[in-house]
């Protein structure tokens, strides 16, 4: 239940879809009224997304400062050089 508000495109003419009236080829579309406001619980007895700043916190064009670094990690699932863990300060 973690990934809540998705549904499903509506159905187009340019695809085939034999037998019934899915869309499976297109993104979810975010349904604001699907969402489940309550928070996630983790696995460590928090909430998911704990140790991660609001965006709200983050200081103005904080990308654009200088020695900010584009990094394009490709289209590996696992690439090398990203990191999941945020130090705040």
Same mark, same amino acid.
């Given at each position: 239940?973690?990934?809540?508000?998705f549904?499903?495109?509506?159905?187009?003419?340019?695809?085939?879809?034999?037998?019934?009236?899915?869309?499976?080829?297109?993104?979810?579309?975010? =349904?604001?009224?699907?969402? !489940?406001?309550? $928070?996630?619980?983790?696995?460590?007895?928090?909430?998911? /997304?704990?140790?991660?700043?609001?965006?709200?916190?983050?200081?103005?064009?904080?990308?654009?400062?200088?020695?900010?670094?584009? =990094?394009?990690?490709?289209? !590996?699932?696992? $690439?090398?050089?990203?990191?999941?863990t945020?130090?705040? /300060?």
């Amino acid at each position: 239940r973690a990934w809540t508000g998705f549904a499903e495109q509506d159905i187009r003419g340019n695809i085939e879809e034999f037998g019934t009236s899915r869309n499976s080829i297109d993104p979810m579309k975010i =349904r604001p009224e699907y969402r !489940d406001r309550f $928070p996630k619980t983790d696995l460590s007895k928090g909430y998911v /997304g704990d140790k991660y700043p609001l965006c709200v916190d983050l200081p103005f064009d904080h990308f654009l400062r200088n020695g900010a670094e584009y =990094r394009l990690l490709g289209s !590996d699932p696992k $690439p090398e050089l990203i990191s999941d863990t945020w130090v705040g /300060g």
